[in-house]
Nanobody
Framework: QVQLVESGGGLVQPGGSLRLSCAASGNIFSINAMGWYRQAPGKERELVAIMPSGGSTKYADSVKGRFTISRDNAKNTVYLQMNSLKPDDTAAYYC??????????????WGQGTQVTVSS
């Protein structure tokens, strides 16, 4: 019913930048929030940034001042601009939305994940 397609991951040196994109499609009626989580090997999935519709954007303390989340509502797309990347940012990054489908309930949806590796 709802598909999330991510792009933009890859290998980058410390101090470098990457921009992740996630486009949502399907029978979407409305989107309540869009955001990004990440999961490093051996660790739990954690919130990176989330942008509720009409609410305040929230960032993990570890990425404040370095990462910026943005949305293009006309395209149902969320972006994550990541600057000053550190090796600790290495993880699989997952797009996340809270959406209502046409004639359906509000539900959570996840992307397939895109790998970000920060290494020299």
């Amino acid at each position: 019913q709802v598909q999330l397609v991510e792009s933009g991951g890859g290998l980058v040196q410390p101090g470098g930048s990457l921009r992740l994109s996630c486009a949502a499609s399907g029978n979407i009626f409305s989107i309540n929030a869009m955001g990004w989580y990440r999961q490093a090997p051996g660790k739990e999935r954690e919130l990176v940034a989330i942008m509720p519709s009409g609410g305040s954007t929230k960032y993990a303390d570890s990425v404040k001042g370095r990462f910026t989340i943005s949305r293009d509502n006309a395209k149902n797309t969320v972006y994550l601009q990541m600057n000053s990347l550190k090796p600790d940012d290495t993880a699989a990054y997952y797009c996340y939305i809270v959406a209502r489908t046409i004639g359906g309930p509000i539900a959570n949806y996840w992307g397939q994940g895109t790998q970000v590796t920060v290494s020299s």
